[in-house]
């Protein structure tokens, strides 16, 4: 399997284990998400902001998409900072 289509695998077993449902659904501007809570890995992982303004179950609107390699992060409408984006899930 080529490195590319091995990496994208990666990223979506790792979404379906951080989520823990399975989804191959991009976050998109716009995207009505949901506040899942947050361990401190997933707030180290990719020097990320630390979501404590945020409410477990609370739906939010992305702003905007930030997607790396091996992490995306979230902008989150009127909420300063970018976010890890396992920290969401689609509404």
Sequence with gaps: MPKRLQRQRCQVLTSVVARGVYTNRKFKPGD???FMGYT???VRWGNND?????VV?????VESVDEHSQHTK???LGIPG??????????
């Design 40 to 42: 401190q890995e997933q």
């Design 50 to 54: 630390y979501p404590s303004m945020f």
């Design 74 to 76: 979230l902008t989150i």
């Design 82 to 91: 970018r976010f890890n984006s396992v920290h969401f899930n689609f509404v």
């Design 57 to 61: 179950g609370k739906s939010y609107i």
């Design 32 to 34: 009505n998400v949901v």
